[in-house]
């Protein structure tokens, strides 16, 4: 499994001041069955536990990746904000 989660992060651009930063976590590679959004492929009981974790780690990797981005978006928007003073 790969690209379970996916982060959509949307800011404004360079000395634009619409909006401000947001994003939202969605399913990336992942099938649709009966219609659900499968996150796993078929489990075994053995296999749960496994597959948990997993999509925690996964969850993880888009929580530091949203902050790196937000970081980067704020520090954007507080020098737009210095010039204009």
Known sequence: M?????????????DERLFKPFSYIAL???GV????????PQLLESEVDGNIDYLITE???????????YKKANAKE???????T
Not at 2 to 14: A, H, V
Not at 33 to 40: P, Q, S, V
Not at 78 to 84: A, G, K, M, V
């Open 2 to 14: 790969s690209g379970i989660f996916k982060l959509l992060f949307f800011s404004p651009k360079k």
């Open 33 to 40: 069955k009966d219609n659900y959004h499968l996150l796993t």
């Open 78 to 84: 507080d020098e737009s904000d210095r010039r204009r």
């Open 28 to 30: 990336g590679d992942h």
């Open 59 to 69: 969850l993880e990797k888009i929580r530091k990746q949203a902050k790196r981005k």
